[in-house]
T-cell receptor
Framework: EAGVAQSPRYKIIEKRQSVAFWCNPI?????LYWYQQILGQGPKLLIQ????????DSQLPKDRFSAERLKGVDSTLKIQPAKLEDSAVYLC????????????FGPGTRLTVT | GQNIDQPTEMTATEGAIVQINCTYQ??????LFWYQQHAGEAPTFLSY??LDGLEEKGRFSSFLSRSKGYSYLLLKELQMKDSASYLC????????????WGLGTSLAVNP
């Protein structure tokens, strides 16, 4: 079974530029999560999708962050414009609707904003 | 409110046993996850406890007490490769099945 795929793995941009991250969850997983993880901290949930609907985006800075999951499969997360404090690893995870709801994580995208 | 507490850092010696504690306060609690995260990598699943008691899986065991809001991860026969961050996360099984994450415990295993 293929895991969660993310791209790019690394991105360096200047502040005020825009950036987009892509995620392909495990096949058949209805729930998709985007997390922001700052070095030395636990993951912070940005947005959670159930199929193509948003379940929780309470911690998403909506003035600069946006995310979509149009067909209930792939998802993109965008930041526009980026700030220095957005430097972090952006993790995508997915989970099945059955069983333990264990979340499977992708390798992450390390974003550096200069 | 919802809160997860775990120690920031721990140090142990190769071959020893270490216990990483986690206390939680969350509404709609439905289970406790432990994840391992090596530096620069994504978190990987270690264990999930929904009932009180100890779950053993090889060198790793996890314990849960729902009445006390307490869990621990026990690592036996420590190896150098066990140096990592260990994340405790409580599952809220409400409408969105959200995980409430701790900040992680950074474990250093020394020779």
């Amino acid at each position: 079974e293929a895991g969660v795929a993310q791209s790019p793995r690394y991105k360096i941009i200047e502040k005020r530029q825009s950036v987009a991250f892509w995620c392909n969850p495990i096949s058949g997983h209805a729930t998709l999560y985007w997390y922001q993880q700052i070095l030395g901290q636990g993951p912070k949930l940005l947005i959670q999708f159930q199929n193509n609907g948003v379940v929780d985006d309470s911690q998403l800075p909506k003035d600069r962050f946006s995310a979509e999951r149009l067909k209930g499969v792939d998802s993109t997360l965008k930041i526009q414009p980026a700030k220095l404090e957005d430097s972090a690893v952006y993790l995508c995870a997915s989970s099945s609707d059955r069983g333990w709801y264990e979340q499977y994580f992708g390798p992450g995208t390390r974003l550096t904003v200069t | 409110g919802q809160n997860i507490d775990q120690p920031t850092e721990m140090t142990a010696t190769e071959g020893a046993i270490v216990q990483i504690n986690c206390t939680y306060q969350t509404s709609g609690f439905n289970g406790l996850f432990w994840y391992q995260q090596h530096a620069g990598e994504a978190p990987t699943f270690l264990s999930y406890n929904v009932l009180d008691g100890l779950e053993e899986k090889g060198r790793f065991s996890s314990f849960l007490s729902r009445s006390k809001g307490y869990s621990y991860l026990l690592l036996k026969e420590l190896q150098m490769k066990d140096s990592a961050s260990y994340l405790c996360a409580a599952l809220n099984a409400g409408n969105n099945r959200k995980l409430i994450w701790g900040l992680g415990t950074s474990l250093a295993v020394n020779p």
